[in-house]
């Protein structure tokens, strides 16, 4: 089994496992109206995913954790579906590599699609296709505190 990880408010940690999120706002592997879950091979990983996102440390203080775990053979690589341009990781996302998620959710090619993180290209996200008929394979976890160490994000 593989662990994967998620970092979420934690008023929104009942839920956190709908891809709410990604759905309503896009990400770089989805554009809005594709609802998918994106989790991170290591708790460390899903930190720094969370703070490349946000300019304020007050609104590091209510979060959560939560693990997604799952069996390798429902994991499709990313580069096995399709062919990645290379400037994949150019911020802000590509049309191009958000159409690539979008397909693959839409194809259903898999529960689980293994894809390169912009912030260290040699670890992995993991994103889950919460629509996939077998995403009831996937074990999720129960949200747990999370406290962000005040040194990542000290002013001064």
Sequence with gaps: ML??????????AATWFDGEGAYRFGGRWNSPGTRILYTAGSLSLAALEMLVHLNNEEIL???????AEFDENLILS?????????????SP?????????????????SVVLKVS???????????INVAHPEFSKVKLGKPQPFTFDKRLYKRE
Excluded at 61 to 67: G, I, K, P, Q
Excluded at 81 to 89: A, C, D, G, H, Y
Excluded at 93 to 109: H, K, N, S, T, Y
Excluded at 117 to 127: C, G, M, Y
């Design 93 to 109: 996302p590509l049309l191009e590599i958000q159409q690539i998620g979008d397909e693959w959710e839409r194809e259903m090619a």
């Design 117 to 127: 993180t912009s912030i260290l290209p040699v670890e992995s996200n993991f994103l």
């Design 3 to 12: 662990t994967t990880y998620r970092i979420c408010k934690t008023r929104y």
């Design 78 to 90: 990313v580069e096995d579906f399709r062919t990645m341009p290379e400037n994949w990781s150019a």
């Design 61 to 67: 203080l209510a979060y959560s954790f939560a693990t």
